[in-house]
């Protein structure tokens, strides 16, 4: 059996059912890690959530073996992973400190920058055309994220600039991705799994505190979410073009403000709101324009 597998027909109901499935499982992620707080410092609790998600990976070990049998995993695939893993490590501890400082509906609206960094990444990095669409979506990015911010307006937190660090960070990561996107999701799942949880050991080292029970069992519930939402996400991409699956992410952006208010007493700013809405239309306009310019490739 190939470590890739073949392409499956399209089921855009399904797609857009498991994307909205997605956006439950990572606000679920979001919710859980604010409700461990800043008990647990960030690159300790963000550690402990990857080794505690390690024994999730032995279902995909299978392809995972399969693609080292078959060579698949050669010096220059492993150093992109060794890139993907630091920039995503990166991501990840920026992303939990964010949470510890910001209001949930904040941190998921600065999320949706990832698509568009990625989009302008690819232009700069891997020589895709900036083509209008790209240049109108970053140019919408932009004022999403100024009417998030509102710089001038109020007092920039830590955390907001945690989150722009987020945002390239993961984009980063994605760039990288597309590299390796050939091969099994097991295996891509299992090689990033293993460099982060790696290359976060030694700055959880430096400021560990002992955690308590409740603790280890909130992170773990983090990797569970987390995994199960980048499973139902690939659920998603299969079973529908990015173009139809990509407006069902906005909802994630609705579950999170709810969250905030009813668990953590969070106010609901409209501004958020309004900016988060902006952005996750200028990622939609990158996908949109990216599944028609494929589709005249095909």
Not at 58 to 73: H, K, T, V
Request: aromatic share 8%; hydrophobic share 60%; net charge positive.
């Amino acid at each position: 059996m190939a470590a890739v597998d073949p392409p499956a027909p399209e089921r855009p109901v399904a797609g857009i059912a498991w994307m909205v499935v997605t956006g439950f499982l990572f606000v679920g992620v979001t919710g859980t890690v604010k409700w461990v707080g800043d008990g647990v410092p960030p690159a300790q609790g963000a550690f402990l959530r990857y080794l505690l998600g390690l024994p999730l990976l032995l279902p995909m070990l299978g392809a995972f073996g399969r693609a080292r049998r078959e060579g698949a995993l050669g010096a220059p695939v492993l150093r992109l992973f060794a890139l993907r893993g630091a920039a995503h490590t990166g991501a990840v501890i920026l992303w939990f400190y964010a949470m510890t400082r910001i209001p949930i509906a904040e941190v998921t609206a600065m999320g949706y920058l990832t698509p568009v960094l990625t989009a302008v990444g690819a232009v700069l990095l891997l020589g895709e055309r900036m083509t209008p669409a790209r240049a109108a979506a970053v140019a919408a990015a932009l004022i999403g994220a100024t009417l998030i911010l509102r710089p001038g307006m109020r007092a920039l937190d830590p955390g907001h600039l945690a989150m722009l660090g987020t945002s390239l960070g993961f984009a980063a990561s994605y760039l990288i991705l597309k590299r390796v996107s050939g091969l099994h999701p097991g295996v891509v799942v299992v090689m990033l799994s293993l460099t982060v949880t790696v290359m976060l050991a030694p700055f959880a080292a430096l400021d560990w505190v002992t955690p308590t029970p409740g603790q280890l069992a909130q992170l773990f519930l983090v990797a569970v979410l987390a995994t199960a939402g980048h499973y139902t996400m690939t659920l998603a991409f299969r079973a529908a073009p990015v173009t139809v699956v990509q407006p069902a992410v906005f909802l994630q952006l609705v579950w999170a403000t709810i969250l905030g208010a009813l668990a953590f007493g969070e106010a609901v700013d409209p501004w958020v709101i309004l900016g988060g809405t902006v952005i996750v239309a200028a990622a939609s306009l990158v996908a949109l324009s990216e599944g028609r310019r494929a589709a005249r490739a095909r």
